[in-house]
């Protein structure tokens, strides 16, 4: 008998369980349906098609080598066969089935299956406020939108783009890059919200607001207004101005299908899914973005749509809807983003994240150049490391800045995937020479640092934390000790220079009795200033976590 | 009682020792000796001060923020005494006091120690070959070299680099980009042995060909001619008429003061250490380029001499030496260098020295783009995996080509660290957004590829076995599945084209009972064909590894 598998939904995941799953058993009948018309698209390539970055749809749709994946390309070289503007409207368990409705409009029908794989995506959340019908307010999910996107950005025109996550900020580059004045709307307190912690955001939002972006946070939008097509942006921050809306307020899961036939919906809302991928009934799997997946850090169930996990997911459920055996046990919630000159990324835990999971959390803020710094391409790049103050593992790590954030995220994602320590990650073996890295790749030197933190050695206090000092007015002295020359250009207003090379001269010109807390650019002389007073008998001495380089408030220049 | 620390060696192991072991000890007096007049430079930095991409070589001796590292820096900042042109002569173990002699010609002085830190570098090797010391022949190791390099090297004239590993290729580079015709001579097989297997090198070495470059492999250099200055090297491949000539064929320990004081030399010819850096005096530390340390995969004893191994090791050194607890528990061999257009490096293993330290092993070669295919700037990679087949647990990864090379290299020594699987591997969270990478990263396409060899899916053929085939006039088919465009652009000589899209349509063109060795750009449609002649009933199919993207022979065009 033939294995006969049918796969809803024929994009990342779908495509890639019916692929594997035909080479994986080649005697199996696979019918893959789609209710769309455009299928196995790269929808994380949307935002460079609407930038024209990319500039014909068809590359989203095509392999390497430049052929356009439909259905033909399916049938003929995968040996699947694809149904598209066919939409699956309901599973009969009981006997197996599947029922079709096409678009055509003829009767529905009904396709038989031995294993089912749901691969039925997510949709757009659509906010329920008034006017959000209204033409020129658009999401960015299907190749369908991604066109009407590219036709509306139109130069010298004004665009707001509602939320700061990653695909919001995405479509926030690419709207400015057609040209249009994009401003940029959040309702929490800070970009990309889960991604970055809030000092780290803030740098990415100052880079953005210098590229022309007006950033406003803490906004609430009430709604749209606007007489036959958009014209503004409603919010308790007053009204915006705008020609063209994208909402990018995230994604939930495609579930409808799967939650009418009966099939359990785990608390995230996504389709509870064990390691094999299979559903809560034993011949339906699910994959992708309709799916739940588990953290592996904290272990618990969490709803994180990736096209990279779906493209692993997919591989999964194919495999073993296809008789063979495979898992997927979860993921770090890794994520990242290009905006403009900076990268944006983290992988594991915020410190948010890391906190509200129960953690002692010790972190560590390390600025520094991406390469060695007489490589005249070395760019800097912010790395924020969290772990556990219990056991020195390394729970997440974010990266901002110009330099290879990708890299360092990557090595990280890596580590903490083996529940690595940070005097682990400090005696990494990473490959070094000046066009890659520094001697000590800024991985390991924040690795370094967190060591330092942990076992007592270096004492750090967060940005955050001095700039609520100062705004108490406590009494202390924040002490500069970089060079004049650093200080005569940019500085902290009310730091106390005295330059690290002449400390040890001018010790009696600091007061034993009071706080004080040393910084430079990055931390590194702020903290050997911190092992140097502390000889000398200074007792109440830390560094500011990294320099000026991460204060993420008004300087002086 | 003050600890009194004596380090020998100003460069990077003992500067970074030096340091360390003050911060770590506040009330340690610590002094550095040097014989040389530059310290704490990034000899690393070299080939790039060269080329003019680093203008000066103060850059090399300077903090992230510019301030030149010399003992006024080091005892200011670091609170570290360094006596720079002070030689230590001997070492009396017994007194626990090192014998200096000064330049300045005074006679010889003693300066005690507590602990001693030996951080006494490498050498270049100087091949005891005729007209070896004509002017003109110029190693690459202290910023002496590297002015003398600077100055001579002259536009229009010739250079001969002798020796293809990481710095001779270096040099390469930086000598062309000066406009000189440079020439480069191995006496092995292949560029870079013992970092890339021969089909990677043969990659690297095509596009420094490419770049005008002249390489000689298999070659053996017998000796210098020239009157007053070098003229030519005399070769067993005839005489390479060459203005100037750099000798780059490896580093040796400088274990002289430590043999003389009866310190024992490991095997491999440099000091041996235990994981704290101990030599056999428990009074006197090793780290850097004079020491050996471990190969984690297999566990051998090595010398690996690397800046960024020696940072490490200068910091364990220190700690240790100023009474803390710090270990090194080996490297995984990583290197990596960019020539011209390309970056090339490895991690762990290659297949040559997997298999002679006793391993049986699966390979993988995976060239695939570095980004979204679609994204503009994705540039092509090619990566070779090494694993143990007993286990799936990789065991190396080599890169090369004009893509990230760095980023897969990290994450795969951070996985070889933790002795990771294939299968680990391939579910890695990897930072995914189209500027950065795939849906799918190179790195995790490639283990997939590994699943499916080790557990049998996939038949791979390397394409040095394919050529040995050809050469022996076996009986087989070399099934090109490309498109006709990308067959008419170039092609193996005598491959029968049937594009994989009509494979399954005329598999009665093809014989039952011959071998059939499919390829196409990269391996995968090689590998779906492979799967596709399979189900058909074809038994003796494979696929060529890497595809024509990594067919080191002739092609026709």
Redesign the interface.
Known sequence: MTLRIVIIGAN?AGAKAAAKA???N??ASITVIDRGSFISY?A??IP?FVSD??CDEK??M????G?VRDPA?FW????VEVLTETEAVAIDRKNRRVELKTSAGAGNSFIEYDKLILATGSFPVIPPLAGCELPGIITVKSIEDAIILKEQAISGKRACVIGAG?IGL?TVEALSMRGMHVTLVEMQAQILPGVLDLEMARMLEQHIREKGVEVVTSCCVSGFGGNGQVEGVITDHGTFAADLVVLAIGARPNVGLARTSGLFIGETGAIAVDSNLRTSDPDIYACGDCCETTN?VTGAKIYAP???????QG?VAGINAAGGEDT??G????????VFDF?A?K?GLTEVAARAAGYQVETVLSP??DR?????EAKPIALKLVADKATGRLLGLQAVGPG????R???A???I??R?TAD?I????????????A???NL?VAA?ILKNKLNG?ARGISPAEVKQMMDDEDDFILLDV??PA?HAAVRIAGAKLVP???L?EKLDTLPKDKEIIAFC??SL?G??AQ??L??AGFDKVRFMDGGILTWPYALEK
Chains 1, 2 share one sequence.
């Open positions: 990342a035909k080479r994986m080649p005697e790269g994380c390539g460079y970055t990319v590359e989203l095509s392999t390497p080598v052929v390309f003929k070289v995968k040996g990653l995405e592996l990736l096209g990279s996990t779906a493209n692993k591989r997927f046990a993921v770090l919630g890794t994520a990242i983003l290009k990268s990324g992988t520094a150049p060695a710094h007489f490589y005249p290879a954030a990708d890299k995220i990557d090595a994602a890596t580590a995937s083996f690595a682990q400090s005696h990494l073996d990473l490959a070094y020479a000046p066009p890659f890295s001697a000590m790749d390991i370094d050695h970089r060079s650093e690290l090379g002449v040890r650019k990055i002389r903290y050997e092992k140097i502390n000889a």
